[in-house]
């Protein structure tokens, strides 16, 4: 967040069987590695290190960017080229089947985490990735993988692993030898330790009582690793819900994540890591698994990351499926141009797991950076009950109805007085979130500095949507359904009629919704080729509603206005 910020071959020894093996929650298919079960030894294998470099520079720039307000740098992306081909050690086993082994060294590092290029594994290959210990393994990655890296220009990655050394191992069966291929194309050094408890003392867990009535938001928010050029760091983002319902991985989150030291976009996109559901199973107890997914498409923002607008960035997620596990929320919002008292902010605070901050007041207009006014909304966390820092930047804040009115720029909350680094911050002070009222139109005329287009497909005019487990899943089909269903008469004085044309025998089921998200009418009507159903909508009150209209093969959603029906 702005102004303390963010982010951003000898048999074993017998001492391994003692050792603790921990398998990490990424997309796997779990399993042991081929060296590990037959207590193979690493020291034989072709190492590979990174270049020399002095991290004390790049270590005072990150101090020095966090008293300027802008994000806290905790790895360094090194440009590599190892394969299968050009690197490591690859032996052929006695049944045929190939085993690839490669060292990769980055001195110093406290975590390391790897990025591949060209990524394909055949049916039955597997690859592990574990450190110099073999404390911490994360695999078997095998041909379900392919599906991110096919989504995300062929780029794939596997999560951070403790120190500085980590063995990548590659098991290939002799039916599809030589058919699979990836390069590890860079390696990221994490030269500050980032750890479950690095946050303030004051910051709740989202598991705490605190978050109690907010178990279907917190679905929706994800700690982001965003990579700047050759840095990185971290941000928080929400999935965020529109009027098409179409499943969109929208993530709602802030454009200085996206800037580097110069306030340049320099951002690849393609390598930054989504992680949801990160957080402690109970209330200040528990581990926080992994569940990863990499890159996204920049889809619009604020180009000015804040300085004279309202610091917004939406991107989508480009894999087509969310980590195993997983069940998201799209989160709801509201643009309006009010704010009721109290709400909450939910955040990844100095990278840590998912916490909950609480304020009581009603928020007031202000501006960031004092250029353009009533650009930002502003209020003082409830004393006790959280802040924000490092790493919070972009989070949601949720108005009481449980609806994100605006996205974390910075300010001056901390849990303790000057302890986030500079001076006027502390418990009493205040922090800024980007109005999403003023990131709906405001910055700019074209799709890509507004909110609008994105969170509005339908044009629907709507002030607030309700969020939600379920949507429609976007497809080519819709446009073919979309010509055979008629609303009529819309507007309506209560009741309108859904006239549905199909060339082949379907189940016809039509739901309709309120604004808010709340079913309201519902009909079924099996085994036809359509026909006009009548809604009848003469005890609702007047608004827009939202008609679901799905078949066996089609799905689609459609708008219908109420007036005077009460």
Same mark, same amino acid.
């Given at each position: 967040?702005?102004?303390?910020?963010?982010?951003?071959?000898?048999?074993?020894?017998?001492? #391994?069987?003692?050792?603790?093996?921990?398998?990490? +929650?990424?997309?796997?298919?779990?399993?042991?590695?081929?060296?590990?079960?037959?207590?193979?030894?690493?020291?034989?294998?072709?190492?590979?290190?990174?270049?020399?470099?002095?991290?004390?520079?790049?270590? +005072?720039?990150?101090?020095?960017? @966090?008293?300027?307000?802008?994000?806290?740098?905790?790895?360094?992306?090194?440009?590599?080229?190892?394969?299968?081909?050009?690197?490591?050690?690859?032996?052929?086993?006695?049944?045929?089947?190939?085993?690839?082994?490669?060292?990769?060294?980055?001195?110093?590092?406290?975590?390391?985490?790897?990025?591949?290029?060209?990524?394909?594994?055949?049916?039955? +290959?597997?690859?592990?990735?574990?450190?110099?210990?073999?404390?911490?393994?994360?695999?078997?990655?095998?041909?379900?993988?392919?599906?991110?890296?096919?989504?995300?220009?062929?780029?794939?990655?596997?999560?951070?692993?403790?120190?500085?050394?980590?063995?990548?191992?590659?098991?290939?069966? =002799?039916?599809?030898? &030589?058919?699979?291929?990836?390069?590890?194309? $860079?390696?990221?050094?994490?030269?500050?330790?980032?750890?479950?408890?690095?946050?303030?003392?004051?910051?709740?867990?989202?598991?705490?009582?605190?978050?109690?009535?907010?178990?279907?938001?917190?679905?929706?928010?994800?700690?982001?690793?965003?990579?700047?050029?050759?840095?990185?760091?971290?941000?928080?983002?929400?999935?965020?819900?529109?009027?098409?319902?179409?499943?969109?991985?929208?993530?709602?989150?802030?454009?200085?994540?996206?800037?580097?030291?110069?306030?340049?976009?320099?951002?690849?996109?393609?390598?930054?890591?989504?992680?949801?559901?990160?957080?402690?199973?109970?209330?200040?107890?528990?581990?926080?698994?992994?569940?990863?997914?990499?890159?996204?498409?920049?889809?619009? &923002?604020?180009?000015?990351?804040?300085?004279?607008?309202?610091?917004?960035?939406?991107?989508?997620?480009?894999?087509?499926?969310?980590?195993?596990?997983?069940? !998201?929320?799209?989160? &709801?919002?509201? $643009?309006?141009?009010?704010?009721?008292?109290?709400?909450?902010?939910?955040?990844?605070?100095?990278?840590?797991?998912?916490?909950?901050?609480?304020?009581?007041?009603?928020?007031?207009?202000?501006?960031?950076?004092?250029?353009?006014?009533?650009?930002?909304? $502003? #209020?003082?966390?409830?004393?006790?009950?959280?802040?924000?820092?490092? &790493?919070?930047?972009?989070?949601?804040?949720?108005?009481?109805?449980?609806?994100?009115?605006?996205?974390?720029?910075?300010?001056?909350?901390?849990?303790?007085?000057?302890?986030?680094?500079?001076?006027?911050?502390? !418990?009493?002070?205040?922090?800024?979130?980007?109005?999403?009222?003023?990131?709906?139109?405001?910055?700019?005329?074209?799709?890509?500095?507004?909110?609008?287009?994105?969170?509005?497909?339908?044009?629907?005019?709507?002030?607030?949507?309700?969020?939600?487990?379920?949507?429609?899943?976007?497809?080519?089909?819709?446009?073919?359904?979309?010509? $055979?269903?008629?609303?009529? !008469?819309? !507007?309506?004085?209560?009741? #309108?009629?859904?006239?549905?044309?199909?060339? =082949?025998?379907?189940?016809?089921?039509?739901?309709?919704?309120?604004?808010?998200?709340?079913?309201?009418?519902?009909?079924?009507?099996?085994?036809?080729?359509?026909?006009?159903?009548?809604?009848?909508?003469?005890?609702?009150?007047?608004?827009?509603?939202?008609?679901?209209?799905?078949?066996?093969?089609?799905?689609? @959603?459609?708008?219908?206005?109420?007036?005077?029906?009460?």
């Amino acid at each position: 967040m702005k102004s303390k910020i963010l982010f951003l071959a000898a048999t074993l020894h017998i001492t #391994f069987y003692i050792l603790p093996i921990t398998s990490l +929650a990424q997309d796997n298919e779990g399993g042991i590695p081929y060296s590990i079960e037959q207590q193979l030894n690493d020291d034989l294998i072709t190492a590979v290190s990174t270049p020399p470099f002095d991290f004390a520079p790049l270590i +005072a720039l990150s101090e020095q960017r @966090v008293k300027q307000g802008t994000y806290e740098l905790t790895d360094r992306l090194f440009d590599v080229n190892y394969d299968l081909l050009n690197s490591g050690t690859s032996t052929t086993l006695a049944n045929g089947d190939k085993l690839w082994k490669l060292k990769i060294v980055s001195p110093g590092a406290k975590k390391i985490s790897l990025y591949y290029q060209n990524f394909y594994l055949p049916e039955g +290959a597997k690859l592990f990735v574990y450190n110099a210990n073999r404390t911490e393994v994360i695999g078997a990655f095998t041909s379900k993988n392919n599906e991110e890296a096919g989504s995300n220009e062929g780029i794939f990655s596997t999560d951070h692993l403790s120190g500085d050394v980590q063995i990548v191992e590659y098991y290939e069966p =002799k039916n599809v030898k &030589g058919q699979g291929h990836f390069s590890i194309f $860079r390696i990221a050094h994490q030269f500050k330790s980032i750890q479950i408890n690095e946050s303030e003392t004051c910051q709740k867990d989202i598991n705490c009582p605190d978050g109690a009535n907010w178990q279907n938001q917190k679905k929706g928010v994800v700690r982001i690793m965003v990579v700047i050029g050759s840095n990185a760091g971290w941000c928080s983002g929400s999935l965020v819900n529109n009027t098409a319902l179409d499943c969109k991985k929208y993530i709602l989150t802030a454009m200085h994540c996206a800037m580097d030291d110069q306030d340049v976009e320099t951002t690849a996109y393609s390598q930054w890591k989504f992680y949801f559901d990160y957080e402690k199973s109970g209330c200040a107890t528990g581990t926080a698994p992994s569940k990863v997914k990499t890159g996204c498409t920049r889809r619009a &923002g604020a180009v000015d990351g804040g300085g004279s607008g309202s610091d917004f960035l939406l991107i989508e997620i480009t894999s087509t499926t969310f980590p195993t596990g997983v069940t !998201p929320y799209y989160n &709801g919002w509201t $643009r309006a141009t009010t704010v009721s008292q109290g709400g909450v902010g939910i955040h990844h605070p100095a990278s840590d797991c998912k916490k909950i901050s609480t304020f009581n007041t009603t928020p007031t207009s202000t501006s960031w950076g004092f250029q353009v006014p009533n650009t930002h909304w $502003r #209020f003082v966390w409830q004393a006790g009950h959280g802040s924000t820092e490092g &790493g919070s930047s972009g989070s949601p804040v949720f108005n009481s109805s449980g609806l994100i009115f605006g996205t974390l720029t910075g300010g001056g909350s901390c849990c303790v007085l000057n302890g986030c680094g500079f001076s006027n911050s502390g !418990p009493t002070q205040s922090d800024a979130y980007g109005k999403l009222s003023y990131h709906w139109t405001s910055n700019g005329t074209t799709n890509s500095r507004q909110l609008k287009p994105w969170l509005d497909p339908t044009n629907s005019g709507v002030t607030t949507l309700a969020g939600s487990f379920t949507c429609t899943p976007a497809s080519v089909a819709d446009n073919l359904l979309d010509s $055979r269903v008629n609303i009529y !008469p819309n !507007p309506s004085s209560g009741s #309108f009629n859904v006239s549905i044309e199909l060339t =082949k025998t379907n189940d016809i089921d039509i739901t309709v919704y309120n604004i808010v998200g709340q079913e309201v009418s519902h009909k079924k009507i099996d085994n036809t080729l359509g026909g006009t159903y009548t809604m009848d909508l003469t005890n609702n009150a007047d608004g827009v509603y939202f008609i679901h209209i799905k078949t066996n093969s089609y799905s689609i @959603v459609k708008n219908a206005v109420l007036l005077g029906s009460k």
